[in-house]
């Protein structure tokens, strides 16, 4: 890991919903650096911030002020065009709803995202990684919520992104399919070194993470490195 160090940088960032009296600032000021290959989990209650802010670093939304690079690009530099392209190359999405096709089975709702990629990951690989393959032919309407966001891991990780971003993916899931989610995500991180950053307020999860920014009312509180890092099959919550 500790190579390529401030791979993605943020640098004062703020934003804040509404003008006049209903203005509210959701990011006062963030900042913290992630080193490539990290396990980085952004931990906070609602209203903190953290979905906010992982919007935009992953550019989908922008920021007030500030700035985010990522391989010392600044996105706000980049322009519409060569932002999107930065996004379909770079960065992987999973967010807490899983946003399936419904009329494509698992392999194909996989290989939209290779689509989006110069160099993506062999699919049978991956669904045998995901523990998907026997699955392949099936409909999002036949798996289980725990099997339809595997899938949507799947469809964010085979185009082998810089960046994996995570939404609360285990928020609509039980314990126990969450901690296999939670399992998946520590090895794929893992197997394909890919940058993970997680949002979640299940303080739990942070145990399993190398880097952990707890937000509060839009401010970084602490950001520290993990010195005892356990695996995922060992959270308890």
């Not at 995202?113 to 995901?130: F, K, N």
């Not at 739990?204 to 880097?211: G, L, R, V, W």
Request: net charge negative; hydrophobic share 35%; charged share 25%.
């Amino acid at each position: 890991m500790g190579q390529g160090k401030h791979f993605l940088q943020i640098v004062d960032i703020t934003k804040s919903f509404g003008s006049g009296d209903t203005k509210q600032e959701v990011l006062r000021g963030i900042s913290f650096s992630v080193e490539k290959g990290e396990f980085c989990v952004l931990l906070g209650p609602s209203g903190s911030g953290k979905s906010t802010l992982l919007n935009i670093i992953g550019g989908i939304d922008s920021a007030d002020s500030g700035s985010i690079s990522i391989h010392g690009d600044n996105l706000k530099e980049l322009g519409e065009k060569r932002l999107t392209q930065y996004r379909r190359r770079h960065l992987g999405y999973v967010f807490q709803q899983y946003n399936l096709i419904p009329n494509l089975n698992v392999r194909e709702n996989i290989e939209v995202g290779a689509y989006l990629s110069d160099a993506p990951l062999d699919t049978d690989e991956l669904l045998h990684t995901l523990e998907l393959y026997e699955h392949r032919h099936k409909l999002p309407n036949q798996l289980s919520g725990g099997q339809q966001q595997r899938v949507s891991i799947g469809r964010a990780i085979v185009k082998n992104p810089d960046i994996l971003l995570c939404d609360e993916p285990t928020g609509a899931l039980d314990y126990t399919t969450s901690k296999e989610i939670l399992k998946l995500i520590e090895e794929i991180n893992r197997k394909y070194q890919n940058t993970v950053i997680m949002v979640t307020h299940n303080e739990a999860i942070q145990n399993m993470a190398d880097h952990v920014i707890r937000l509060r009312d839009g401010r970084v509180r602490l950001d520290e490195r993990n010195t005892r890092r356990i695996s995922a099959d060992a959270l308890e919550w």
